[in-house]
């Protein structure tokens, strides 16, 4: 989220105090004092964690504490985890395993590469999953792994998501 | 000078290759820890030599190459393992006979007789490790011996003493690591070739790297005990080889490990314990520029630490030369305390 400033003091605990108020987490914040903008306004970037649910009325709570909002970018899904799949990738319905990961509502495949050999040979699929959070993610493994022992097929994990 | 008497049971590769290595290395470790290690007794399947007044090591190691150990001057015809080692005059067993991991025989027999007629233990053999590790630490305990066996896990690659030595004051919070050679050899082939697993395997044969069954490798078996002897030792767990969970590499494609390189990784067999769950040897993802993508024939261990924090080592995990570093180090250990 991009902010703008006055450059008075206490402004910063105004944009700061609301996020902590809906359980946001905050991840970073840059403040460039040495930036000003045209309107003589004080440049700050905030970066947080938070239910976005809770979004359209964090933004109304710091608008009313007189916070101008220059920017906000969304990352619903942070956390990324790369995996291969080995065995009958297409035989076994790739299309829904997709589908049962994307349905959670909390994950979903992000991008998705298959390698087949000849006929007769196990054919290959990385998928790159992307979900909510770390224990989202933890849910999404753990969905994939039941998925890959319910079709017999041979599922590497990546040793960063354990 | 202090002089310790050994006995060396199981005489291949790795047995005659210490006494090889404590032949060349006696005046080396004499002047520096003041310790003289003299072969009294070799013990071997069909016999064995018992020598009180010291066996010439490297003597022994040629005839050994030269398939007449028995034309020793002091070879006993059909005297077993056990009886020299109840009966020998000795302060240490170095044990290196077959790894058996269903009853751990004849090693666990041996480890067993030794203890019991006080002699201290040093071993690369996995086999008593992972079915009877409590037993044999509370023997040893018991008559006052010690118990080492830094070669089974990772031949030369220092960790079992590198926690005991010089991590004191850590806790260990988890284990992950490469743990059989023969498997990071194949792996790595695969990929940087592209070549099918049936056909770097039987190169693997050819080179010595893999045995003529390698299913206790390539299935994860190896790992899989050797990860159990580090949760038993270092994390104080009590777990055996059937807790653990166990997926081997024979399934791992040159397509696979194609798209895996594509995006940055590379596929490794790794055992890993994590916060005292059960141990778990799988094929996976390790990104290449990760401490534990390490090439060819290559161990690797990676232990987080509460004070230290991550904490890698990397070694040969196999080889005479390089697995009787440890032995040697395990014994030296024994007599600097
Ligand atoms: N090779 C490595 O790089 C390496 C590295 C780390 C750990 N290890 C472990 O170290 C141990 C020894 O390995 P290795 O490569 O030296 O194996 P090896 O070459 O097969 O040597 C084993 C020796 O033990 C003898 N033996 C068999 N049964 C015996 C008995 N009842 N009493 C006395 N001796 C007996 C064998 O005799 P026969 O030939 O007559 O059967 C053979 O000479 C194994 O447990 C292995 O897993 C090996």
């Given at each position: 989220m991009n902010l703008e400033l006055k450059d008075m003091p206490g402004q910063l605990v105004l944009a700061l105090q609301p996020i902590s108020e809906f359980g946001g987490n905050i991840v970073s914040v840059l403040h460039?004092?040495?930036?000003?903008?045209?309107?003589?306004l004080i440049p700050v970037q905030i970066t947080f964690e938070m239910d976005g649910k809770k979004l359209e009325r964090l933004i109304n709570r710091m608008k009313s504490n007189g916070i101008t909002i220059a920017q906000i970018g969304e990352d619903r899904l942070r956390e990324k985890a790369t995996m291969i799949l080995i065995g009958h990738i297409i035989h076994s319905d790739i299309r829904d395993t997709i589908d049962r990961i994307d349905s959670t509502?909390?994950?979903?495949?992000k991008d998705l590469a298959v390698s087949m050999p000849g006929v007769a040979q196990h054919s290959a699929a990385r998928i790159v999953i992307n979900a909510a959070g770390k224990k989202e993610m933890q849910n999404a493994i753990q969905l994939l792994r039941d998925i890959a022992r319910e079709k017999e097929l041979l599922l590497i994990e990546s040793i960063e998501e354990a | 000078m202090k002089k310790v008497r050994i006995l060396i049971i199981g005489f291949g590769v790795i047995g005659s290759g210490v006494a090889r290595a404590i032949s060349e290395k006696r005046e080396f470790i004499s002047d520096k820890y003041g310790i003289d290690f003299e072969v009294v007794g070799i013990g071997e399947r069909d016999g064995c030599i018992v020598c009180p007044e010291g066996i010439d090591a490297m003597e022994a190691y040629k005839l050994k190459q030269d398939g007449t150990l028995n034309k020793h001057p002091c070879w006993k015809d059909g005297v077993s393992s056990i009886d020299l080692i109840k009966g020998a005059n000795a302060d240490i067993v170095i044990e290196a006979t077959p790894t058996n991991i269903n009853s751990g025989e004849p090693g666990l027999s041996h480890m067993m007789a030794a203890f019991n007629t006080k002699k201290h233990v040093v071993t690369s053999n996995k086999g008593p490790l992972t079915i009877a590790f409590q037993k044999l630490k509370k023997t040893a305990e018991k008559n006052g011996v010690q118990f080492r066996f830094?070669?089974?896990?990772?031949?030369?690659?220092?960790?079992l003493n590198l926690v005991r030595e010089?991590?004191?004051a850590n806790e260990i919070l988890s284990i992950e690591g490469i743990l059989n050679g023969t498997c990071n050899y194949i792996l790595t082939r695969m990929s940087t070739e592209g070549l099918p697993y049936e056909h770097v395997l039987s190169e693997a044969q050819e080179l010595g790297?893999?045995?003529?069954?390698?299913t206790y490798d390539v299935d994860g078996i190896d790992t899989a005990c050797k990860l159990v002897i580090l949760a038993n030792a270092i994390l104080g767990m009590n777990v055996s080889y059937k807790d653990a969970d166990v997926t081997g590499i024979t399934q791992i494609s040159p397509g696979a490990l194609k798209l895996a390189s594509d995006d940055g990784y590379v596929i490794k067999l790794i055992g890993e314990i994590k916060d005292r769950n059960r141990p778990r040897v799988a094929p996976r993802l390790v990104p290449k520029d990760h401490p534990l993508a390490v090439g060819g024939t290559l161990n690797v261990i990676s232990l987080r630490t509460d004070l230290a924090g991550e904490i890698t080592v990397t070694g040969k995990g196999a080889g005479a030369i390089e697995t009787s570093s440890s032995i040697l180090s395990d014994l030296i250990s024994i007599y600097k305390a």
């Amino acid at each position: 989220m991009n902010l703008e400033l006055k450059d008075m003091p206490g402004q910063l605990v105004l944009a700061l105090q609301p996020i902590s108020e809906f359980g946001g987490n905050i991840v970073s914040v840059l403040h460039q004092r040495d930036k000003k903008t045209p309107r003589g306004l004080i440049p700050v970037q905030i970066t947080f964690e938070m239910d976005g649910k809770k979004l359209e009325r964090l933004i109304n709570r710091m608008k009313s504490n007189g916070i101008t909002i220059a920017q906000i970018g969304e990352d619903r899904l942070r956390e990324k985890a790369t995996m291969i799949l080995i065995g009958h990738i297409i035989h076994s319905d790739i299309r829904d395993t997709i589908d049962r990961i994307d349905s959670t509502g909390y994950a979903e495949v992000k991008d998705l590469a298959v390698s087949m050999p000849g006929v007769a040979q196990h054919s290959a699929a990385r998928i790159v999953i992307n979900a909510a959070g770390k224990k989202e993610m933890q849910n999404a493994i753990q969905l994939l792994r039941d998925i890959a022992r319910e079709k017999e097929l041979l599922l590497i994990e990546s040793i960063e998501e354990a | 000078m202090k002089k310790v008497r050994i006995l060396i049971i199981g005489f291949g590769v790795i047995g005659s290759g210490v006494a090889r290595a404590i032949s060349e290395k006696r005046e080396f470790i004499s002047d520096k820890y003041g310790i003289d290690f003299e072969v009294v007794g070799i013990g071997e399947r069909d016999g064995c030599i018992v020598c009180p007044e010291g066996i010439d090591a490297m003597e022994a190691y040629k005839l050994k190459q030269d398939g007449t150990l028995n034309k020793h001057p002091c070879w006993k015809d059909g005297v077993s393992s056990i009886d020299l080692i109840k009966g020998a005059n000795a302060d240490i067993v170095i044990e290196a006979t077959p790894t058996n991991i269903n009853s751990g025989e004849p090693g666990l027999s041996h480890m067993m007789a030794a203890f019991n007629t006080k002699k201290h233990v040093v071993t690369s053999n996995k086999g008593p490790l992972t079915i009877a590790f409590q037993k044999l630490k509370k023997t040893a305990e018991k008559n006052g011996v010690q118990f080492r066996f830094e070669a089974a896990v990772g031949g030369a690659m220092p960790v079992l003493n590198l926690v005991r030595e010089t991590l004191q004051a850590n806790e260990i919070l988890s284990i992950e690591g490469i743990l059989n050679g023969t498997c990071n050899y194949i792996l790595t082939r695969m990929s940087t070739e592209g070549l099918p697993y049936e056909h770097v395997l039987s190169e693997a044969q050819e080179l010595g790297i893999a045995e003529a069954d390698p299913t206790y490798d390539v299935d994860g078996i190896d790992t899989a005990c050797k990860l159990v002897i580090l949760a038993n030792a270092i994390l104080g767990m009590n777990v055996s080889y059937k807790d653990a969970d166990v997926t081997g590499i024979t399934q791992i494609s040159p397509g696979a490990l194609k798209l895996a390189s594509d995006d940055g990784y590379v596929i490794k067999l790794i055992g890993e314990i994590k916060d005292r769950n059960r141990p778990r040897v799988a094929p996976r993802l390790v990104p290449k520029d990760h401490p534990l993508a390490v090439g060819g024939t290559l161990n690797v261990i990676s232990l987080r630490t509460d004070l230290a924090g991550e904490i890698t080592v990397t070694g040969k995990g196999a080889g005479a030369i390089e697995t009787s570093s440890s032995i040697l180090s395990d014994l030296i250990s024994i007599y600097k305390a």
